[in-house]
């Protein structure tokens, strides 16, 4: 267990040689604002019934729309959406800016590219030290089946 900051480094670094996918997350805020971040902590749970989980950092500028939403959607990336996942890892402008956004069956923003999308209601939160993890029931999904951006030690990749 990472005890001093050296070691959280390395333990760090030790997680970044598993290959992720790239995700981009969205809601819809209480007072009606599009909110979304880039993550890479998602992953399958069941498939019945078909929930999936992703996990966000206490310390997220948008943790308190995402911890008080009743819905969410992952959208993971294309190889050729490596500027969007920068956008939208990043805070201050408007993310949402020029993208031609719907509205899921679940109420959340809907980005009009990506690889697979998942269209989710919350289902449990679980603490995770300094995350929460969100379970989502899959209300709907696409799958266009593109060529995933993908993540590893630090940078982006492709296949």
């Keep these: ?79 050729d959406q490596e500027e969007l996942s920068n956008r939208f890892a990043k805070s201050g402008a408007d993310k949402f800016a020029d993208l031609n956004c719907t509205k899921g069956a679940s109420g959340a923003p809907i980005l009009p590219h990506y690889s697979a999308c998942f269209d989710c209601a919350i289902e449990h939160q679980y603490d995770g030290g300094d995350h929460v993890i969100l379970v989502g029931r899959v209300l709907d999904f696409s799958d266009r089946a593109l060529e995933p951006l993908l993540f590893y030690r630090g940078r982006y990749n492709h296949l």
């Design 1 to 79: 267990m990472p005890d001093n900051q050296n070691q959280t480094i390395e333990f760090r670094n030790a997680l970044g040689s598993f290959a992720t996918g790239v995700t981009i997350i969205t809601t819809e805020a209480g007072d009606g604002r599009m909110v979304g971040m880039t993550a890479n902590s998602f992953n399958s749970v069941s498939l019945d019934p078909a929930l999936v989980l992703w996990s966000i950092g206490r310390d997220a500028n948008c943790f308190e729309d995402f911890i008080s939403t009743k819905s969410f959607a992952i959208h993971v990336l294309a190889a």
